[in-house]
T-cell receptor, first 114, second 116 residues
């Protein structure tokens, strides 16, 4: 069965620190990859997505993620975090054969100390 | 325009009761999805509608769960004989055509269901 693993349940950083959140997926075929974010009290929203092409994708608010096919990974990065980045981050995948069904990881809670 | 809306925002019920959760997708979106998010977990897929028909209901946990979308717009998720384990946030999402993972799914605020 397809699955998504997020290695960190809770990450605490100070403002201006660099961020990397790990994500690995389990699926042998073609996939589409996503990072979703849920800010406190808000809806789940798309941060960035990878379908094909350049494996380094850029999203909103200075976030980027790199798809490494050989490692089945799609890690999220940001060079300098802000207090407003405090949120829950979900990595997700849609297998190409069932592309409408999103499979989410369990999420990483990011807390930024001002 | 308006985003995906869900009602009620919170629902408290007793074990064994029947509940209905409603989702209003973004106007013009033909695809609609239901997910369930338990505490400390990511959302889990339940069912996907393309228009009025359920294109994929493989995520429904058992036959107590049922969803409809009779006119291809509003959808209702129905849970019979609720159990305490059904307590979760039920999320609805919609996308323009449902043509696969190349579309963005827009999520609603969710309905928080608590079964006592």
């Amino acid at each position: 069965a397809q699955s998504v693993s997020q290695h960190n349940h809770h990450v605490i950083l100070s403002e201006a620190a660099s961020l990397e959140l790990g994500c690995n997926y389990s699926y042998g075929g073609t996939v589409n990859l996503f990072w979703y974010v849920q800010y406190p009290g808000q809806h789940l929203q798309l941060l960035l997505k990878y379908f094909s092409g350049d494996p380094l994708v850029k999203g909103i608010k200075g976030f980027e993620a790199e798809f490494i096919k050989s490692k089945f990974s799609f890690n999220l990065r940001k060079p300098s975090v802000q207090w407003s980045d405090t949120a829950e981050y979900f990595c997700a995948v849609t297998p190409y054969s069932s592309a409408s069904k999103i499979i989410f990881g369990s999420g990483t809670r990011l807390s930024i100390r001002p | 325009g308006a985003g995906v809306s869900q009602t009620p925002s919170n629902k408290v019920t007793e074990k064994g009761k029947y509940v209905e959760l409603r989702c209003d997708p973004i106007s013009g979106h033909t695809a609609l999805y239901w997910y369930r998010q338990s505490l400390g977990q990511g959302p889990e897929f339940l069912i996907y509608f393309q228009g009025t028909g359920a294109a994929d209901d493989s995520g429904l946990p058992n036959d107590r769960f049922f969803a409809v979308r009779p006119e291809g717009s509003v959808s209702t998720l129905k849970i019979q004989r609720t159990e305490r384990g059904d307590s979760a946030v039920y999320l609805c999402a919609s996308s323009l055509m449902g043509s696969g993972g190349h579309e963005t799914q827009y999520f609603g605020p969710g309905t928080r269901l608590l079964v006592l």
